[in-house]
Structure formats: C-alpha cells, structure tokens
C-alpha cells in the first residue's frame, strides 16, 4: 500500500464546473497536509494546507480533512482552462521531517 | 524577498560521473529538504537538513549525499551516475516555527540528464 494514494486521472471537466481531487494516506499519526499545482515541467506550487478536520476555503479552493477515513480532497470551483495542471497531495509525516507526496491527479479544464 | 534558488537549472553527465547540485532557502528558512522526481511521479524524498544537521532520509542509496552550510544553503552530491538517476531534482525550503504547521516551498529545480 503506497503511503499516500491520489487517483492519477486524467481528470477532465468543462471550464466553470467544480473539480474534485481526493487523496488518502496510510500513515494515521500524520499531521499536515498540503496540496500542490504543478505545471508541466515546473516546480510544485502550494495551493491549499490543511490540519484540522473540516473544511478550509480560500478563494476558489476548498481543501477538505477526515482523519478518521485518512482522506484529504481537494475541491476546485469555477474550473479555468489555466487550472489545468497536476495536481500533488502532500502528507508530513509524524515528527515533522519528512513529507510524502502521491503521484498527482491530471486535471484537464476544458474551455 | 527571493524565494528559493537552485543551480545549475540543467546538467547532461554520463554514466559513473557525480553531480553537485546548490540550493539556497528562502532567507531565515533553517530547513532545506530534497527531492527527486521522475517524469510522471509525485516528488520522492531524498534528505531534510536543519541547522545542518541531518534529520530525515528517504530509501535512497549512499550514491546520495548531502550537507547544509552555516548560512543554511544546501548541496545535494550524487556519486557514480546511472542512467535511472535522469529526474528533475526539487530543493524546498522552510521555517521551521512549528515542525507540524510550517509548510516548504520549492525552488525551480535541476533538470539532471544521465547518459
């Protein structure tokens, strides 16, 4: 069982639908969890982190924690064509000195 | 302030040569982490250093090495190259305030192509 486990997609939705990403971890004493954009051939970009249970939002983004079911989703609103990208889920784990990523989700925003 | 920088931006080796790679954090992250990505991968840990002090390993062999200077930068050393080593190798920098909150953020990357 891979340590942090994203469904690697493709992902397509048409431009203004909402786009949801999940993720799900093995590892249950982690403790922070983040979302990265990566764009073809670019570095990772941090989007959303999240550490409590519920829902965080910021902007068009709303990242989404269960512990108990060890998962994190993502949720995109209003897709734009220029959110096309991969998208990375990030788990640290426990004592804080090491972050597992998953494979990362293809999304596709169809204009 | 600049965010984290890493060079060289591109590196062709052959087979059974090393690599340095350079990092510098984002100024006053104590923390730098490397990572190594293949094409169609998420990120693979390789290394945290905070204040230059070893603190975490990923399942990478000893070919791979690395050290953190006094004023936090970092270089990552590969040693006897071999072709499955080709990867965009990540640097990412944080605070380190609360080990659990402080989220990192990347450099560009090396692009390393092995021969």
């Known amino acids: 069982q891979k340590e942090v486990e994203q469904n690697s997609g493709p992902l397509s939705v048409p431009e203004g639908a909402i786009a949801s990403l999940n993720c799900t971890y093995s590892d249950r004493g982690s403790q922070s969890f983040f979302w990265y954009r990566q764009y073809s051939g670019k570095s990772p970009e941090l989007i959303m982190f999240?550490?409590?249970?519920g829902d965080k939002e910021d902007g068009r983004f709303t990242a989404q924690l269960n512990k108990a079911s060890q998962y994190v989703s993502l949720l995109i609103r209003d897709s734009q064509p220029s959110d096309s990208a991969t998208y990375l889920c990030?788990?640290?784990?426990?004592?804080?000195?090491?972050?597992?990523f998953g494979a990362g989700t293809r999304l596709f925003v169809k204009a | 302030d600049a965010g984290v920088t890493q060079s060289p931006t591109h590196l062709i080796k052959t087979r059974g040569q090393h690599v340095t790679l350079r990092c510098s954090p984002i100024s006053g992250h104590k923390s730098v982490s490397w990572y190594q990505q293949v094409l169609g991968q998420g990120p693979q840990f390789i290394f945290q250093y905070y204040e230059k002090e070893e603190r975490g390993r990923g399942n990478f062999p000893d070919r791979f090495s690395a050290r953190q200077f006094p004023n936090y930068s970092s270089e990552l050393n590969v040693n006897a190259l071999l072709l499955g080593d080709s990867a965009l190798y990540l640097c990412a920098s944080k605070r380190v305030g609360h080990l659990f909150t402080d989220t990192q953020y990347f450099g560009p990357g090396t692009r390393l192509t092995v021969l």
């Open positions: 999240i550490y409590s249970n």
């Open positions: 990030a788990v640290a784990h426990t004592g804080g000195f090491k972050t597992i």
